[in-house]
Nanobody, 116 residues
Framework: QVRLLESGGGLVQAGGSLRLSCAVS????????MDWYRQAPGKQRDLVAT????????NYADSVKGRFIISRDNTKNTVYLQMNNLKPEDTAVYYC?????????WGEGTLVTVSS
């Protein structure tokens, strides 16, 4: 059974930083591209960042380019999202996501709140 478990969310002031982690179990992690999504209150869930299996290919939403960095450690089956210069509009529940054999897998999310 594939499981994704996020951690690292919390309350931070604008301009601050947080690092989210997503530990993956039940799959061959190094074979999976990984994503981070976020969902703000009353809004749809949006893609924030993606990383390819080897970690070389990375893509970001325009709203986070230059501030967020996605990375992975295939020895620890973990993907990270380093979030710098946080803004109040980054407030959301952040979800880890992957697709395996056409099936979408999501974590339960971790809440990030950025105060102004």
């Amino acid at each position: 059974q594939v499981r994704l478990l996020e951690s690292g969310g919390g309350l931070v002031q604008a301009g601050g930083s947080l690092r989210l982690s997503c530990a993956v179990s039940g799959s061959i992690f190094r074979l999976n591209a990984m994503d981070w999504y976020r969902q703000a209150p009353g809004k749809q869930r949006d893609l924030v960042a993606t990383i390819t299996t080897g970690g070389v290919g990375r893509n970001y939403a325009d709203s986070v380019k230059g501030r967020f960095i996605i990375s992975r450690d295939n020895t620890k089956n973990t993907v990270y999202l380093q979030m710098n210069n946080l803004k109040p509009e980054d407030t959301a529940v952040y979800y880890c996501h992957t697709i395996i054999n056409g099936v979408n897998y999501w974590g339960e999310g971790t809440l990030v709140t950025v105060s102004s």
